[in-house]
């Protein structure tokens, strides 16, 4: 299922950027919510945010397990659903099941995020988004950029990489600003590989 274009070419500077898994994230019918939960419950992750999305109505859930010194998390999975059959969630469903929709990487945050990107276009990398750049009200930042499907509503990879605010805490959840952004650009893209 998890069907990415990964170019060949010198991605070395790419690769040691990459510090680890930031997130699963799957898609998943809205009736089958309390069960997807529930298992992972059973594997000790607990719910850390819930968030809920206009532009594109959907619920996404964080679960989390565990803790590290830099986030309140070691491990995060997370769970998409949305009540609205034209959902770019639902179309994904329709498509190609209940399954992983996208693998966020955690960038250090000591690269240059956009440097990050701009190597990988040259390496032959086809994004759907620029870097996207949010920040929290404790000023900590969250930086991602998206790698483009292969198929019109498949499963992506998320670069992410988040900043430490003043107080030092880094940016530890997400905000429904940009995943509204993300889902603008998924649908656009998507419709995109639907036209070809």
Same mark, same amino acid.
């Given at each position: !299922?998890?069907?990415?274009?990964?170019?060949?070419? *010198?991605?070395?500077?790419? &690769?040691?950027?990459?510090?680890?898994?930031?997130?699963?994230?799957?898609?998943?019918?809205?009736?089958?919510?309390?069960?997807?939960?529930?298992?992972?419950?059973a594997?000790?992750?607990?719910?850390?945010?819930?968030?809920?999305?206009?532009?594109?109505?959907?619920?996404?859930?964080?679960l989390?397990?565990?803790?590290?010194?830099?986030?309140?998390?070691?491990?995060?999975?997370?769970?998409?659903? $949305?009540?609205?059959?034209?959902?770019?969630?639902?179309?994904?469903?329709?498509?190609?099941?209940?399954?992983?929709?996208?693998?966020?990487?955690?960038?250090?945050?000591?690269? @240059? !995020?956009?440097?990050?990107?701009?190597? !990988?276009?040259?390496?032959?990398?086809?994004?759907?988004?620029?870097? &996207?750049?949010? &920040?929290d @009200?404790?000023?900590?930042?969250?930086?991602? !950029?998206?790698?483009?499907?292969?198929?019109?509503?498949?499963?992506?990879?998320?670069?992410?990489?988040?900043?430490?605010?003043? *107080?030092?805490?880094?940016?530890?959840?997400? @905000?429904?600003?940009?995943?509204? *952004?993300l889902?603008?650009?998924? $649908? @656009?893209?998507?419709?995109?590989?639907?036209?070809?």
């Amino acid at each position: !299922m998890f069907n990415t274009s990964i170019p060949t070419g *010198d991605a070395s500077g790419v &690769l040691k950027s990459i510090r680890h898994i930031d997130h699963v994230t799957y898609v998943a019918a809205l009736d089958n919510e309390e069960a997807f939960i529930n298992r992972w419950r059973a594997l000790g992750f607990h719910e850390h945010v819930r968030l809920d999305c206009e532009r594109f109505p959907a619920t996404h859930i964080a679960l989390v397990s565990g803790n590290t010194a830099e986030f309140p998390w070691a491990t995060m999975t997370g769970l998409s659903i $949305s009540e609205d059959p034209a959902s770019p969630i639902n179309e994904f469903v329709r498509r190609h099941g209940e399954n992983v929709q996208h693998v966020a990487y955690n960038i250090d945050p000591e690269v @240059d !995020m956009v440097g990050v990107h701009e190597e !990988m276009k040259k390496l032959g990398w086809n994004f759907m988004t620029p870097v &996207l750049t949010y &920040l929290d @009200d404790a000023g900590a930042k969250l930086r991602q !950029m998206f790698v483009a499907p292969t198929q019109a509503y498949g499963t992506f990879v998320e670069f992410v990489q988040r900043l430490a605010g003043p *107080d030092g805490s880094a940016f530890d959840g997400f @905000d429904p600003s940009n995943i509204d *952004d993300l889902y603008q650009c998924y $649908s @656009d893209y998507s419709k995109s590989l639907d036209k070809k």
